[in-house]
């Protein structure tokens, strides 16, 4: 069995000062105003007043303290020192539930989920609901160790397979993810059934063999092409050539900030508010400074070229993920949008579909209470 580490995070006052240094001496470029800045990228009145409260306001001790509310370790599978939260709650060990976070987030996406998942009579509901969670920092990313090389999303799942069962010794666990989580959970339920009794996603990863087969299919499809022309950039340059990227972002922390807001503004459920109440200057710097005072910024890109060099999201002919799958549609999501239930069909046993009523990409960041109350709930029949 792996040596399991207590850990902590302990960012020093030089290197979080040599940052916000970093920060303060950035040389603006000259940006010329424009009717929506957002539309080229990232918007700089945004970034500016991001800045501004990175190094003014932002309290990075506060924000240490918080990253160390909850119980955390390391250990050792395979060559990787892998990084996770194990907060046992009322459930005592009985109903293990591995959550998996994407790109550009970070384990930090799930803090207003956590003790209401494993405490839920400590919010009025009942503890024979509880969860014992496990949320780990992907390979690359965070406080887990760095690889050598690009590796995805089919590897993750089979090291956090061994975390859930070799290491923290449960026989069966189910699983949720979304973004690259939702990757690694499908592949648990692919490749790792007898383990992972069930999985819950909040989008949906594998395409299944064939292409499309029904109107509603090519006519999503072809939005989602449409889509990715206007939105996928960053996607193409991070599954193709990403060490290019990491060099303009290696020590230029605004530069990270500014590729990482990107994404939570484009991809968040901004119908009904805006950016600041979505995701608070805080919490958006929190989630950036976990990038950037580890070195993941370049790590976390090669996470794309992996998806490449491990084959891809197309099943082969025959192929599907057996797993009893759940998914809950948060209809806020403008790029990664829910296939038809045919497509998904295909691809997975789904035995459940949520539409939720509102909710982005970052579920349980933008939405926590209906992200519990779904996954809740899926959990009573699994």
Known sequence: MA???????????????????????YPWPPIPEVPDGWAYGCDASYLKALCEHWTERYDWRSAMAELNRFPQFTARVEDYDLHFLQVVGEAGGRRPLLVTHGWPG????FWGAIEKLAFPSRFGGDAKDAFDLVIPSLPGFGFSSKPTRPIGQRTTARLFNTLMTDVLGYPSYIAQGGDWGAMVTSWLGHDHGAQVRAIHLNMMAFRPFGGPQTPDEIAWLTRQSAMMDVMGGYFRLQASKPQSLAWMGAGNPVGQAAWIAERFHDWSDLREKPLDAVHPKDRMLTNIMIYVMTGS?????????????????????????????????????????????????????????TEMPRGGHFAAMEEPDLFVADVRDWGKGV
Do not use: M
């Open 3 to 25: 040596d399991i580490q207590p850990f902590e995070v302990a960012w020093s006052e030089t290197d979080v000062q040599a940052v916000l240094d970093q920060v303060r001496a």
């Open 106 to 109: 970070s384990h930090y996406e």
């Open 297 to 353: 910024f370049a790590t976390g890109a090669w996470y794309y070229r992996g998806l490449l060099e491990e084959g891809g999201i197309a099943f082969k002919e025959g192929e599907r993920c057996e797993t009893p799958t759940a998914f809950a549609n948060f209809p806020g999501e403008p790029l990664y949008t829910a296939p038809p239930r045919t497509w998904a069909d295909r691809a997975y046993n789904i035995t459940r579909w």
